[in-house]
T-cell receptor, first 113, second 111 residues
Framework: DGGITQSPKYLFRKEGQNVTLSCEQN?????MYWYRQDPGQGLRLIYY???????QKGDIAEGYSVSREKKESFPLTVTSAQKNPTAFYLC????????????FGPGTRLTVL | DAKTTQPPSMDCAEGRAANLPCNHS???????VYWYRQIHSQGPQYIIH???NNETNEMASLIITEDRKSSTLILPHATLRDTAVYYC????????????FGTGTRLTIIP
């Protein structure tokens, strides 16, 4: 089945530790995105990548880093510089022009203790 | 990106039509209206999109006013599985555009 996978579903880390969230897609999509969602809020864009080896900051990039070495993978690192990392993180992907839909993964719920 | 305004919550009886409004008074001529929904603790799911004509698919209908300043998503026969947060988004017509999600409308289907 084609789709987006995120792992793990739940993640716990101690304050001050970096943590990397995985996102993989087998939809052959060029564009990939990372969003953050806090309780009762909408999604906010962290980083996005429209092509391999290129990515841009979204609205709330501070304290996060990404890489796009392969078309199917777009990992997100939550660094110790992120002041409030506890949140629900969603990865999405989409095709280029002519494809209107963004496909979302199931999300990773990160809790920093 | 144009911003949207949606009511924070709505209820609808099971089997009835659910009509979800959205205001987007600053929409520009080449921006589309998209609707996504998010069932609790899952990733959002695309529903439908449109430019200026009414649109219908297997999930819903989208009615856009002639001046394009507002729209309504219609779920014709709501079921309990339609309970979710519904997001109205305005964006350019490319699949790789950034989407700006507001807080949406929390729709509860009442048995």
């Amino acid at each position: 089945d084609g789709g987006i996978t995120q792992s793990p579903k739940y993640l716990f880390r101690k304050e001050g530790q970096n943590v990397t969230l995985s996102c993989e897609q087998n939809l052959n999509h060029d564009a990939m995105y990372w969003y953050r969602q806090d309780p009762g809020q909408g999604l906010r864009l962290i980083y996005y990548s429209q092509i391999v080896n290129d990515f841009q900051k979204g609205d709330i990039a501070e304290g996060y880093s990404v890489s796009r070495e392969k078309k199917e993978s777009f990992p997100l690192t939550v660094t110790s510089a992120q002041k409030n990392p506890t949140a629900f993180y969603l990865c999405a992907s989409s095709g280029l022009a002519g494809s209107y839909e963004q496909f979302f993964g199931p999300g990773t719920r990160l809790t920093v203790l | 990106d144009a911003k949207t305004t949606q009511p924070p919550s709505m209820d609808c009886a099971e089997g009835r039509a659910a009509n979800l409004p959205c205001n987007h008074s600053t929409i520009s001529g080449n921006e589309y209206v998209y609707w996504y929904r998010q069932i609790h603790s899952q990733g959002p799911q695309y529903i439908i999109h449109g430019l200026k004509n009414n649109e219908t698919n297997e999930m819903a209908s989208l009615i856009i006013t002639e001046d394009r300043k507002s729209s309504t998503l219609i779920l014709p026969h709501a079921t309990l599985r339609d309970t979710a947060v519904y997001y109205c988004i305005v964006s350019l017509p490319f699949g790789n555009e950034k989407l700006t999600f507001g807080t949406g409308t929390r729709l509860t289907i009442i048995p």
